[in-house]
């Protein structure tokens, strides 16, 4: 592949975008977009779709769950692979999140060091 692949984070916490930019950037080498809002994330998902969508699940205003169907409902957006980042990791909200259809789950807190490999290791992408 000739150039990175494309993150878009979406989540509200400024915090964990910062981090979790820098380290798919330094450590995974992609190139990471992101949003602090469901609304925010779907525009930028819709202009230009990225490879992967990283998406927080507790969010004010659109949550992660109603911001992945939303997702669905476009062509543009529609293929992207989603991966959910939630505190919740009880089996009943795992198994709910997972007849979704997301591509997959992390919890957070998330080890920003093991990020990049959870997410290649999620979508089967080579190093």
Not at 17 to 38: C, F, I, K, N, Q
Not at 46 to 53: L, Q, V
Not at 105 to 115: Q, S, Y
Request: aromatic fraction near 4%; charge should be negative.
């Amino acid at each position: 592949m000739d150039h990175p692949r494309r993150i878009l984070l979406i989540d509200d916490d400024q915090g964990i975008r910062e981090v979790a930019r820098t380290v798919l950037e330094m450590v995974g080498g992609y190139d990471v977009e992101t949003a602090a809002s469901g609304l925010e994330g779907l525009g930028k998902a819709r202009t230009s779709p990225p490879d992967a969508i990283l998406l927080d699940v507790m969010m004010p205003g659109l949550d992660g769950p109603e911001t992945f169907a939303l997702l669905q409902e476009h062509p543009e957006t529609c293929n992207v692979p989603v991966i959910l980042l939630t505190a919740k990791t009880q089996p009943a909200d795992r198994s709910r999140f997972a007849s979704l259809g997301v591509a997959g789950m992390l919890a957070k807190p998330f080890d920003p060091m093991a990020l990049s490999d959870q997410i290649a290791g999620t979508l089967g992408w080579q190093p």
